[in-house]
């Protein structure tokens, strides 16, 4: 946490508003099991949901080790996740530079520089994640091709036109969509590409929902509709090339995570906004043109 003038300066210079600094606080404080307890599985950290069926015969088995179990099918399927959002960044080379924008405690990152060889960026308004996240590249020896830096997504002050691709594994729930493409807009080289996942509400069931509402208030963050995205990719000269609905594939993963010891108390939110059709699971991938 920044403790001296310089450091309070420079965090006023990442943290604009309130809201940026409370956002910052929830996550300079999260321990959550849900996280620590699944990453420690392997030593990816993720910060979002998992997608595919879950094995059913992690539920049977000996009752001590019953929920070990399960918190390593939960993990498997947020990997799974993250190659799924990796597989839309295209072709990329060992010399591209990528950014990963709320980069958290830094799992698909490591996971783009394992598959890609090349250099990956990440940016968080989280010191601790921040700090977490450049701890884990020394350890696995990969600090010269994956840096984590304080600084906000919006402004990230990276150079313009340097990135190959860029994604948000669910991070866009926390700012303006406008704000935030017209930022990518100006780090991407032309032909570069966008992956947003995201969890959005949606526009013909009219409104947010309460369960929608639910998981705003638990994570401190206001989903967008789905026409949003739409809109603020058009406004930004990001032209979308695919567009997934994966919400039949999470469905499973909250499923076997209410069966958990970490349940957080969010699942039952997620399942009946999925399942009433209020709010879907989205990957959108898009060019820069
Ligand atoms: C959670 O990551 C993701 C968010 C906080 C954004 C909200 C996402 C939506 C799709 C609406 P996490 O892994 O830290 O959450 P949890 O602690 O619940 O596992
Ligand atoms: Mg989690």
Not at 88 to 111: N, Q, Y
Not at 180 to 201: H, K, N, P, Q, S
Request: charged share 25%.
């Amino acid at each position: 946490m920044p403790t001296t003038q310089t450091e309070m300066a420079a965090a006023d210079r990442v943290l604009r508003t309130e809201y940026q600094k409370s956002v910052a606080r929830y996550w300079n404080a999260e321990k959550d099991p849900v996280n620590i307890r699944l990453g420690e599985v392997d030593g990816l950290y993720h910060h979002h949901y998992g997608i595919g069926d879950y094995d059913p015969s992690v539920l049977e088995g000996p009752e001590a080790t019953r929920d070990q179990r399960i918190i390593e099918e939960l993990h498997r399927l947020e990997t799974a996740q993250a190659e799924v959002l990796l597989d839309h960044l295209g072709d990329i080379g060992p010399g591209d530079r990528l950014l990963d924008a709320g980069s958290g405690r830094g799992g698909t990152s490591f996971m783009a520089n394992q598959r890609f060889g090349c250099q990956v960026d990440g940016v968080s308004i989280s010191e601790q994640q921040v700090s977490f996240a450049n701890s884990q590249a020394e350890e696995r020896g990969v600090s010269d091709r994956v840096k984590f830096r304080f600084r906000n997504m919006l402004d990230t002050g990276l150079e313009t036109g340097s990135r190959r691709g860029i994604w948000t594994n669910e991070t866009t729930m926390y700012v303006d969509l406008s704000e935030l493409f017209g930022e990518f807009a100006r780090l991407l080289e032309y032909g570069g590409r966008y992956v947003c996942i995201t969890g959005c509400y949606n526009d013909v069931t009219g409104g947010r929902s309460k369960a929608v509402s639910r998981i705003d208030e638990h994570y401190t963050c206001n989903i967008h509709p789905r026409s949003e995205y739409f809109r603020a990719m058009a406004a930004n000269s990001l032209v979308p090339i695919n567009v997934v609905d994966l919400t039949a594939q999470t469905i499973p993963y909250w499923e076997l995570r209410e069966k958990c010891s970490v349940a957080t108390g969010i699942e039952d939110p997620f399942l009946t906004a999925y399942k009433e059709g209020s709010f879907h699971y989205l990957l959108i991938a898009a060019d820069r043109v």
